[in-house]
Nanobody
Framework: QVQLVESGGGLVQAGGSLRLSCAAS????????MGWFRQAPGKEREFVAA????????NYADSVKGRFTISRDNAKSTVYLQMNSLKPEDTAVYYC??????????????????WGQGTQVTVSS
């Protein structure tokens, strides 16, 4: 079992930045690929970014590419999502997730094994 706790959400103006953190506890964090997803009101939860267990490979949704950066610190059992140039359409609850399968990065939320409770990000225009 892995327990995940997100933090760092809040209210920011368009064009601003936020950094989300996801702290893991339980089984060895470094054995999991990690992902960030988001869910806006009335919409399905969607993939945002993912990172391999080593941190060497990342993947991003087209909508955030060039603006968001995923990273991890295995010594701190934490994964981050740096969000720059935020837009009102980035408003959502952001979730981190852990994937026990290490062979490839995944964008399908059904393939992730553990989830955090989410943190709200609101971008005002």
């Amino acid at each position: 079992q892995v327990q995940l706790v997100e933090s760092g959400g809040g209210l920011v103006q368009a064009g601003g930045s936020l950094r989300l953190s996801c702290a893991a506890s339980g089984r060895t964090f470094s054995f999991y690929n990690m992902g960030w997803f988001r869910q806006a009101p009335g919409k399905e939860r969607e993939f945002v970014a993912a990172i391999t267990w080593t941190g060497g490979i990342t993947n991003y949704a087209d909508s955030v590419k060039g603006r968001f950066t995923i990273s991890r610190d295995n010594a701190k059992s934490t994964v981050y999502l740096q969000m720059n140039s935020l837009k009102p359409e980035d408003t959502a609850v952001y979730y981190c997730a852990a994937d026990r399968g290490l062979l490839r990065l995944k964008e399908d939320q059904r393939e992730y094994d553990y989830w955090g409770q989410g943190t709200q990000v609101t971008v005002s225009s």
